[in-house]
């Protein structure tokens, strides 16, 4: 029986086109469903637009957030054949620098293992033979497969994919209420920024993914959605001085990733949780320690100019008070009929833009059983358009 | 209610109908804040425009020959004078820059020299104010 | 800019421009000798500058003269009008738009240059 | 520390007219002029819009005009223009169908640039297959439109390809094996409204902040076309 003669009667209103937003449009779109996606600014202008580029590979989180870290290497395999426009695929490295980074190595190879992460040892001056920038002090280097993707062109990959299937995408429309008749959601409160006309869009069944904005969408609907907005600071440098992405063997802190993206070298990150994501001022500190701890693997870092520096708010699930880095970066999707009584509405939080098709597909699934409809997921297998025809289509 | 269907306008921007640009011509001759090479376009054409102007004043004036010597030499005498003299000077000068920049855009334009073209036009314009010194000197002194 | 994207695969099109470009750069590379011939000759020889009636039939007496006159005439009215052709292009046209400059600047031009015959070889019987 | 600092911000909205629009603000020295919009946009007018997207000069999205100049605000520092109590003009891109404020639409430039076919990364594992030093820049280019919005010719004749097709044919054409592929590309850029436009200002080489050079290139494909039809005149096939 063809399910998307069913699942045509409905209108789902996806609210975020970052890249979150833009692959659940897709997902919708290509299970059969009218798809409209809204979206307050321009696509990818929140936190995809100024992540830090890096496709995971899963190492970062293998030895204490498996599960993100089999998530990752899954959705690096999947995306890496669908999108191969958006992507650099140069390979990372988990580098040593001291004896403590060495004594991590250990578990970092056998978290690999246990999570299907592809991996080889290099010694040292195979490292800095394939990268000659990195630390005279290097002791050793775990190659993973980790690449670099173009944040913005991702979201459009999707979402070209998504108007191919018939999906809107309305940037500037921003959400301004929820309409909600016996506890379930119906409709959607609009203001459109470039018209300033105001309008209604019923929806059958509502996804909130706004990311560290989620909680605004949920207040709406009078529930509530634990996501903390926690930003991180990124410095991207002039010029490129790696052709893989460089992490530092180690548990993961602050200013311990170089991404080689374009003619850049990006350095990040670090993290602190802030109330309004909206305007994020980004500490002095914050952006020197990514030039100290950066230089610590690759010391030109310390010597040549910034081109940009950059920060952004991660949708991370938990409270606020809560260590950031202790909260694991799987995401969830939450059905807040189950959670909050309230139907039609679904929010998705949490997560990273690698795993972004993952979270579309747990997504539209969910949206799928409350409707009652069974159609498979078909993201893994199908090609993604360029990122061009956002714009000419 | 229904849903809104996706109105006609700008594909990226459904529903809106953006703003055509104008046509600038201005911006032909506002080299201003601009690179070398705008300045080296604007007065491509500005010394174009006038020397097309030239030629057919100039085309007009020569049918004096025709009439015979006395209209000539009447007019020769007029156009002896300081005055046109220093027009004389500016129509040799549109000449060369347009002459040598020409040069220049031909040579870059077809592939030649295509990474000192910046060089390439300081040196002709160099050469072109060369030879305006010395030929418009000369137009005074004969 | 307009919903105008260029069709694919016009190589008349394709064909006319270079002969255009090409042209005015064939014609402005000529022009550096004829018209510096043309300046020199007219300007630069005969004392007190611009020639007089007598000296002008003098000089457009010579055939080679005559000869080099003709061809800037000539060269010189195609660069001209072609350089107006561009310009004008230049400001987007359509393709009706296109074909009407091209064909009133041929008129121009065969005009200009029947004109120009006129006037060198009568001076040239004179003389 | 601060500055204070003016923006006048050109806005436009569809069946309004254009206007100015002038907010103060305060903001440290060595933030980008896309964090002063932002700001503006965050703390005092939520009907401003403009594009973003990675601040760091890699989506090629925010580009719009800086006290007239073509400029990427994301990597622009407000010192870099103005001093503590100055003014930053901004405006959206020449060239380009205002959508909004400071959008502008790139559907046309995309159509473009789609024909062309290069895709703004290659495919290839860069550490296996490096791509030809000339070529690189290519792949450089953000789209961002910048090239477009300084160009003379463009500002005129909205049906000149442009500066960023162009040098996308250029690395297309030197870069594609299949002699169809060449064929088509040159098709697509030897005409009026293709290479043969360029009055070889130079200002799309000027203004690029990701030095693709594409006035170079249309020299370079310029060549191509010559060499080629002259090759042609003699019975040989395109080089």
Known sequence: ?393 | ?142 | ?127 | MTWQLTFKVARYKPGEPPRTDTFQIELDPERTILDGVEKIWAEQDRTLTFRHACHHASCGSCAIMANDVEVLPCIVEVNQVTRNGGTIEVGPLHNFPVVSDLVVDMGTFFERMQQVGMPIIGPTDPLDNQPKDDFHAYENCIECGICLSACPVVATDPTYLGPAALAAAYRQYHNSDDSEEKQRIMNLVDRENGIWRCHVAYECTAACPSNVDPAGKIMGLRRQATVNRVRKLFGLKPA
């Open chain 2, 1 to 142: 209610m229904a849903v809104s269907n996706a109105p006609e306008g700008s594909r990226a921007y459904p529903g809106q109908q953006p703003r055509e640009p104008q046509k600038r011509v201005l911006r032909w001759f506002q080299p201003f804040n601009r690179s070398l090479g705008t300045w080296s376009f604007t007065l491509n054409r500005v010394t174009g425009i006038g020397l097309v102007v030239y030629l057919y004043l100039h085309l007009g004036v020569l049918s004096l020959l025709l009439v015979g010597e006395e209209s000539w030499d009447t007019f020769l005498a007029v156009a002896k004078s300081p005055p046109v003299l220093v027009m004389d000077v500016v129509l040799l000068a549109g000449l060369l820059i347009h002459g040598f920049n020409g040069l220049r855009v031909a040579l870059v334009g077809s592939g030649f020299m295509v990474k000192q073209q910046r060089q390439l036009f300081i040196g002709m314009m160099v050469l072109a104010l060369i030879l305006l010194v010395i030929g418009g000197t000369a137009v005074f002194l004969k």
């Open chain 1, 1 to 393: 029986m063809n399910m998307s003669e069913h699942s045509q009667k409905y209108h789902v209103v996806v609210i975020g086109a970052g890249s979150t937003g833009a692959a659940v449009a897709h997902d919708l779109a290509l299970r059969g469903f009218k798809v409209t996606v809204l979206e307050r600014g321009e696509i990818a202008s929140g936190t995809t637009g100024r992540n830090h580029c890096l496709l995971h590979s899963g190492g970062r989180y293998c030895v204490k957030d498996q599960e993100s870290a089999v998530e990752c290497i899954e959705e690096n395999m999947i995306l890496r054949k669908i999108m191969p426009e958006a992507m650099e695929l140069n390979g990372g490295l988990f580098v040593a620098v001291n004896d403590e980074d060495m004594a991590y190595k250990q578990s970092f190879i056998e978290g690999c293992e246990a999570t299907g992460i592809p991996y080889k040892e290099l010694n040292a001056s195979e490292a800095r033979r394939r990268e000659p920038y990195l630390s005279e002090k290097t002791l050793g280097a775990v190659w993973v497969p980790d690449g670099v993707f173009e944040p913005m062109r991702m979201c459009m990959s999707f979402l070209a994919s998504a108007k191919q299937n018939g999906a809107m995408v309305r940037p500037y429309v921003e959400v301004t209420g929820l309409q909600v008749e016996d506890q379930r959601v119906v409709a959607v409160e609009v203001w459109d920024r470039i018209s300033g006309e105001e309008s209604v869009i019923h929806a059958d069944l509502v996804v909130n993914a706004a990311g560290p904005w989620a909680g605004m969408i949920t207040d709406m609907a009078g529930v509530d959605v634990p996501v903390v907005a926690t930003p991180g600071v990124m410095v991207s440098m002039t010029g490129r001085y790696c052709q893989l992405v460089v992490n530092r063997l180690n548990v993961s802190s602050d200013g311990d990733i170089v991404v080689p993206q374009r003619e850049t070298s990006i350095i990040g990150t670090s993290s602190w949780t802030v109330e309004d994501a909206d305007y994020i001022e980004m500490p002095e500190d914050h952006i020197q320690m990514m030039y100290d701890r950066g230089s610590e693997m690759m010391p030109i870092l310390r010597e040549v100019e910034p081109r940009g520096i950059f920060a952004v708010a991660r949708p991370l699930i938990g409270r606020i008070g809560e260590d950031e880095r202790e909260i694991a970066r799987t995401f969830k999707c939450f059905d807040h009929a189950d959670r909050d009584g309230v139907e039609g509405f679904v929010t998705i939080a949490g997560g990273k833009t690698t795993t972004a098709r993952a979270m579309a597909e747990g997504t539209v699934d969910v949206v799928c059983a409350k409707l009652d409809l069974e159609i498979p997921c078909a993201t893994k297998e199908t090609q993604l358009l360029s990122y061009r025809a956002y714009y000419t289509i």
């Open chain 3, 1 to 127: 800019m307009g919903a105008q994207v260029q069709p694919q695969g016009q190589v008349s099109a394709g064909r006319e421009g270079t002969t255009g470009w090409i042209g005015q750069a064939v014609s402005g590379v000529l022009l550096l000798g004829l018209a510096g011939l043309h300046m020199v000759g007219h300007h630069y020889i005969v004392d007190g500058g611009l020639r007089d009636y007598g000296e002008v039939l003098q000089w457009i007496g010579q055939p080679l003269i005559l000869f080099a006159e003709v061809s800037f005439l000539v060269v010189v009215t195609y660069h001209a009008l072609a350089g107006v052709r561009s310009i004008l292009f230049d400001l987007g046209l359509n393709e009706g738009q296109k074909k009407t400059v091209s064909r009133v600047l041929a008129v121009v031009g065969i005009l200009t240059i029947v004109y120009g015959l006129f006037l060198a070889f009568t001076l040239f019987s004179r003389a």
